[in-house]
């Protein structure tokens, strides 16, 4: 029996140490797999945002040259780059998506005025990245720009001129190019053409994890805010990308929240947009 102990024990230790060396192994790839999903990413909203390549912008804020600080806070209007909102709203989509997936929050994603599809790009570009393939990315859009105010319906619409501006109204036909410039033109990504108070309403859109609000005027993001608000899922987020910029979209998120009589807590993101956990 004694005589067996030694050869147990260099059995066991052996053992031991092939365990140590596999869980090792494990750790480093897990490491690995976590540095390139973040550098594919990271390149991806480098593209997006057009800092990879430095596009000036659309001469209509009243820049026409590249700026970095611009960029990064979205504060201009490129003319190649794939979305406006900036790299820290940017980053900001690619958290709070790699949040519901890493808490397994229930549904879609969706953006209600996508513009050239860079935020929905970025969206499907995580579900790439962490071989998610059970959710989809909903890009929801007129394709034709904004609608003219209803001053009647909608007063605090009053004297927008966002329905003035060519540059916003982007064919759905571009907007699946530039998807596919990325690789990520698939059956989970789903294109709804239309004003909001057409399609979001009728969407066959079950569940959403992530819903983000980019429609710029009162009536826009109260009727996407009525249509799917109560299809985010507990744990979900909703983002509204000019809460800060356009006092007619501010006052849409507080009077439908006041309807509910709920107060959530805003969370800033970069002085332009905000979001908030739903309970």
């Not at 991806?44 to 057009?50: A, I, N, P, R």
């Not at 397994?104 to 929905?120: F, M, N, P, S, Y």
């Not at 990315?137 to 004297?159: I, Q, R």
């Not at 507990?234 to 007619?248: F, L, R």
């Amino acid at each position: 029996m004694n005589e067996q102990r030694p050869g147990l024990f260099s059995a066991l230790l052996q053992t031991s140490q092939n365990l140590f060396r596999r869980n090792s192994e494990l750790v480093y790839l897990a490491a690995e797999r976590n540095r390139l999903i973040n550098r594919y990413l990271t390149s991806v909203q480098d593209c997006l945002s057009g800092s990879i390549y430095e596009d000036p912008p659309l001469n209509v804020l009243g820049h026409d040259q590249f700026d970095a600080h611009l960029r990064e806070y979205g504060w201009d209007w490129p003319s190649v780059a794939h979305t406006m909102i900036g790299k820290k709203r940017l980053a900001n989509v690619r958290a709070l998506t790699e949040s519901v997936l890493g808490n397994h929050i229930q549904g879609d994603l969706i953006e209600t005025g996508v513009w050239r599809g860079g935020a929905c790009i970025l969206m499907r570009a995580v579900l790439d990245a962490y071989c998610v393939t059970d959710r989809r990315v909903w890009v929801a859009d007129s394709f034709e720009g904004l609608p003219p105010p209803d001053h009647e319906k909608y007063p605090a619409d009053t004297g927008d001129t966002f329905h003035t501006y060519d540059e916003l109204s982007v064919p759905m036909e571009q907007v699946m190019r530039n998807f596919e410039k990325y690789g990520l033109l698939d059956e989970q990504v789903v294109f709804l053409k239309g004003w909001f108070k057409d399609t979001l309403t009728t969407a066959p859109i079950e569940k959403l994890a992530l819903l983000r609000l980019d429609g710029d005027m009162y009536e826009s993001t109260l009727d996407a805010l009525s249509a799917l608000y109560d299809k985010v899922s507990s744990g979900g987020y909703v983002i509204v990308d000019d809460y800060n910029v356009v006092p007619a979209c501010k006052q849409a998120v507080h009077d439908f929240l006041a309807a509910r009589e709920f107060a959530p807590t805003l969370v800033e993101i970069d002085g332009v947009g905000v979001y908030w956990q739903v309970p």
